[in-house]
């Protein structure tokens, strides 16, 4: 497993951008895939995007497609979710996550290492 730690959550107005980063540790990074999922309170936690360990293939939800970028780099062991044009709904906790395989996947419960997450809050 490797240990995570997310960064660049905080308090934005709608139709801002912030920008999330993940730091990694512990493993040899680019040997993973990497996502970012979101909970809302009162609402199970949900998908918002993913990277192969090269960047070549991404994945995302598709309330957050051209509005969210996701990248990485390798280099600085980080992951990063650059999210623009900000919406009220998209106001909850992001996560990022790692599992060690090759194909992206939208899965929880295959991902086996968690941040603590960090907060977003749009307002309206």
């Known amino acids: 497993q490797v240990q995570l730690v997310e960064s660049g959550g905080g308090l934005v107005q709608a139709g801002g951008s912030l920008r999330l980063s993940c730091a990694a540790s512990?493993?040899?990074?680019?040997?993973?895939?990497m996502g970012w999922f979101r909970q809302a309170p009162g609402k199970e936690r949900e998908f918002v995007a993913a990277?192969?360990?090269?960047?070549?293939?991404?994945r995302y939800k598709d309330s957050v497609k051209g509005r969210f970028t996701i990248s990485r780099d390798n280099a600085k062991n980080t992951v990063y979710l650059q999210m623009n044009s900000l919406k009220p709904e998209d106001t909850a906790v992001y996560y990022c996550a790692a599992d060690r395989t090759i194909v992206v996947h939208t899965t929880p419960f295959q991902y086996d290492s968690w941040g603590q997450g960090t907060q977003v809050t749009v307002s309206s």
């Open positions: 512990g493993r040899t990074f680019s040997e993973y895939i």
């Open positions: 990277i192969n360990w090269s960047g070549g293939s991404t």
